[in-house]
């Protein structure tokens, strides 16, 4: 479905109200996820969840193999961190007790956690975890997706067993999403971090591990992971026995495996197929306004297509996309007041939002006067030619993703209008998110989502020049130095000012193309109780220990 973020931005307030549902998400109570005053909690039983996808290359999201946003979903409830990101985008104090301590000048972050807070086994979660946390992730030979942040501490001074310090070269503005998860250093010390946590959440001799509600309990590649209740868990004990990630990676078969009782809940993208499910008495279908962007990817390295280096053929793409028609197309049932979206950074709903991507209307006639501007040639059947190269393109998106696969139609017509070619290049999202793909930039264009947390931290490394979630091989000087300016700025005007301004350069130099922020649809059983929906990286599962289930 979409490739996960490392830090994101804060969402100010709600913009969309995606009326279809009302009715479906009124069935129990008009606030999602409430429960009816006479329910009466039982314990026990197993939820089955259909996962859109499957982790792909292992279990460790916080490698670069591994950072499919249903991984950090199923890993939520095993592995907690300093934070927990809630529902409405606020922080709240996760294995720590209250805010951190920080001084700005110098900067430093100080710590204290949960007297309570232990891992499964009964081992205190302590400074000295805090510490591994940062020394795995800095760790050369580790493959981490991101160093953002961590890169930035100089050291740390262990207070006591409970209380951490961290001193930081410089201001760090998104800290509060360092340490999510954090690691137990008891259990992993020692182990290949590229490959302990390949197979399960597990110490070196293969025992689950973990300081949040559930623990891992078994996979099965290409079918199914199990979680189970951590009876030590130092929170609220789980009402469930075990919680089932059963993988239905194509659309449709999710959603009949529900309306079939296959599985209890889904947590599928927006498709137009889930419209169908508000007329079934027993199924509750909830939309939520998130931190996930559709977009799509311009490879400008050296393993993409060498006409797309062209800027004027990157411009005539973006103005032959008809963004409007698609949203239209893709939303009018699902989600009729989304527009296209115009900042690659800050959403729609935020205040920060400012509108850098409108200049992109469909235009095939001005397409083709900056194809023709720049020396190209249209060929016999209606194709340009620049510089010997023709203008068709593979386009890389996920297979079994009907409104992806139905998007590509759209768009392939479109752009054929102004003499571009598009051939699909679609794949398994185990395969395409994969080492071989994405992270190679081996695409020339690449239809997906970001996934993040709320704050905007994420984009720095996504769009800076050679940053570690940079898969486009963008690169604009100026555009980095606001980007990793807007890190250090604590004050929210001056880092929303920085941000922006990168925004605007990239929307010149076109190394993506923004598509739309996606509704999350949250989709279960009227039998499961508990549910609340949290449309950032955290995910459906964040409160798994306060799901139940009618037996």
Excluded at 282 to 299: K, M, N, R, Y
Excluded at 308 to 325: F, G, P, T
Excluded at 422 to 434: E, N, R, Y
């Amino acid at each position: 479905m979409s490739r996960m973020r490392s830090k994101w931005f804060v969402l100010i307030a709600l913009l969309l109200a995606f009326a279809v549902f009302g009715a479906a998400c009124a069935s129990q109570d008009d606030t999602p996820g409430a429960e009816p005053d006479d329910a009466e909690i039982q314990e026990g039983g197993t939820v089955v969840v259909g996962a859109e996808q499957e982790p792909s290359g292992g279990l460790n999201i916080d490698l670069v193999c591994c950072t499919l946003a249903w991984g950090a979903w199923i890993q939520s409830p095993v592995l907690g961190g300093a934070y927990s990101v809630q529902p409405d985008f606020s922080y709240a104090p996760g294995l720590i007790e209250a805010d951190a301590e920080i001084t700005e000048d110098p900067f430093t972050v100080t710590y204290t956690i949960r007297e309570e807070a232990q891992w499964n086994d009964g081992t205190p979660v302590s400074a000295d975890d805090f510490v591994f946390t940062w020394e795995t992730v800095m760790d050369e030979n580790n493959q981490m997706a991101s160093t953002a942040g961590y890169d930035k501490i100089d050291d740390a001074e262990v207070i006591d067993e409970k209380t951490v310090k961290f001193n930081f070269s410089e201001p760090y503005a998104a800290y509060k999403d360092l340490f999510t998860p954090v690691y137990p250093k008891h259990a992993i010390e020692g182990e290949n971090f590229n490959k302990v946590w390949n197979k399960c959440w597990c110490d070196g001799d293969g025992n689950a591990v973990g300081n949040g509600p559930f623990l891992f309990d078994s996979y099965k590649k290409g079918a199914e992971l199990t979680l189970v209740r951590n009876d030590n868990y130092w929170g609220n004990v789980a009402h469930l026995d075990s919680i089932v990630f059963r993988f239905l990676p194509e659309t449709n078969t999710e959603i009949q495996a529900l309306r079939g009782g296959e599985v209890d809940m889904i947590y599928p993208q927006p498709q137009l197929e889930l419209v169908d499910l508000t007329t079934q008495p027993d199924i509750v279908l909830e939309a939520s306004p998130s931190t996930t962007w559709e977009h799509v990817d311009i490879q400008l390295g050296k393993n993409g297509h060498p006409a797309l280096k062209e800027l004027a053929v990157r411009q005539a793409l973006a103005y032959s996309i008809d963004r409007d028609a698609i949203v239209s197309q893709l939303f009018k049932d699902l989600a009729p007041d989304l527009e296209p979206l115009h900042n690659t950074i800050y959403m729609q709903n935020q205040g920060e939002y400012q509108d850098n991507w409108s200049q992109y209307s469909h235009d095939p006639a001005k397409a083709q006067e900056l194809l023709e501007g720049a020396g190209c040639t249209k060929g016999n059947d209606g194709i340009y030619e620049c510089n010997g190269e023709r203008l068709s393109f593979e386009f890389t998106s996920t297979s079994g993703n009907a409104l992806r696969e139905l998007t590509f139609e759209v768009m392939q017509e479109q752009v054929k209008e102004s003499g571009i070619e598009l051939k699909s290049a679609f794949g398994d999202a185990a395969v395409v998110f994969g080492n071989k793909v994405l992270v190679a930039g081996n695409f020339d264009l690449f239809l997906f989502a970001w996934v993040g947390d709320p704050d905007p931290a994420g984009s720095v490394e996504i769009w800076k020049c050679e940053g570690s979630q940079n898969f486009t091989g963008y690169c604009n000087e100026e555009a980095t130095e606001f980007l990793e300016a807007s890190d250090t700025y604590l004050d929210n005007a001056q880092r929303a000012e920085a941000l922006n301004a990168a925004d605007a350069l990239m929307s010149e130099d076109v190394p993506t193309i923004p598509m739309y922020q996606k509704p999350t649809i949250l989709a279960y059983n009227t039998k499961v109780h508990g549910l609340v929906d949290n449309p950032t990286q955290s995910g459906f599962a964040w409160n798994a220990e306060e799901w139940w289930i009618e037996q």
